[in-house]
């Protein structure tokens, strides 16, 4: 049995691991390292100490450092986690069961969908959630991104270096990503910005063709595309630990004390999953919940032996 097992292998479950080891208690981390959004983020520029730096490789600084301190870490899929009196029981789709005497809920969040006609058929033939992953397919091709956030901005300015255009199509009349990255979208020749429309409906063939949008363009609701990749924020990934019944706000972003702590026992949440950090969801902001619940865990379990 663990002390403690963490899950989620992002800012905050490694910055968790890396303080857990430095307290000695025994611990667990479960997570893909390259599957949460730091990894799949372009650039990195608001890490102190790093002016730009890929998502990919800041994440695996964290890994690397987690590891020096000798921290286990297991790049399974999470299953089911529950709770058996005092013990918490994590199963993994290698069919392994771990057991600890406190859980770390920080797994992020994922991608929230447009929910709109031709989103699920065409994934994979067109349409996409992750510029990092598919960009380079796209080649010299016409490439659409619908959001008006930093992911939405970022994932633009990268998609250019491979598209021959790029639309970025927001529903309200001023984007609201960082003005440092909006300047660098307006002055880019290969993105336009279309701002007050929405996305109803992608259509095609065997692939992406075009899609219809609310507002006219060029005096039409259709644009013709290649691809479509959808940045519209994110939501927690609470599904796996909803039988712990950590309570969550009304978005259901999991509620935290200022130690990390949930209204269970033994249950601790860090990073964008949770409600902390006044909802900035920053990579700081999570590094920081993950230290600060490993210290938290550390007296719990002190108390308790």
């Excluded at 797994?107 to 380079?136: M, P, Q, W």
């Excluded at 230290?291 to 032996?305: E, F, P, Q, V």
């Amino acid at each position: 049995m663990y002390d403690l097992i963490i899950l989620g292998a992002g800012p905050a479950g490694l910055a968790a691991s890396v303080y857990a080891s430095r307290y000695k208690i025994k611990h667990l981390v479960i997570g893909n390292v390259f599957d949460g959004s730091l990894a799949k983020a372009h650039l990195i520029e608001n890490w102190p100490g790093e002016k730009s730096i890929k998502g990919a490789d800041l994440v695996m600084k964290f890994y690397e450092h987690a590891k020096s301190f000798g921290a286990e870490i297991t790049q399974e899929k999470i299953i089911k986690v529950d709770k058996s009196n005092k013990e918490f029981i994590v199963k993994t789709s290698l069919n392994k069961i771990y057991t600890s005497k406190t859980i770390l809920i920080a797994l992020g969040t994922k991608h929230r969908k447009l929910n709109i006609s031709g989103e699920e058929e065409f994934l994979g033939k067109g349409v996409s959630y992750c510029v990092v992953c598919d960009g380079a397919f796209f080649k010299d091709k016409i490439t659409a991104v619908v959001g008006g956030g930093n992911s939405a901005a970022m994932a633009a300015e990268m998609l250019s270096e491979y598209a021959s255009k790029v639309y970025v199509i927001y529903r309200k009349h001023l984007m609201r990503c960082e003005p440092l990255i909006l300047d660098r979208l307006k002055k880019n020749s290969k993105i336009e910005i279309i701002h007050d429309t929405n996305v109803l409906k992608v259509s095609g063939n065997k692939k992406i063709e075009f899609i219809e949008i609310d507002n006219k363009y060029n005096g039409s609701d259709k644009i013709k595309l290649d691809g479509l990749f959808i940045e519209v924020g994110s939501v927690p990934a609470i599904n796996f630990v909803r039988k712990l019944e950590a309570e969550t706000d009304k978005s259901n972003y999991i509620i935290i004390d200022q130690g990390g702590a949930t209204n269970v026992a033994g249950v601790y949440a860090a990073g964008d999953i949770t409600s902390g950090s006044n909802n900035l969801h920053q990579i700081v902001t999570a590094v920081s919940e993950g230290a600060i619940a490993a210290t938290s865990i550390y007296g719990y379990l002190k108390k308790g032996k």
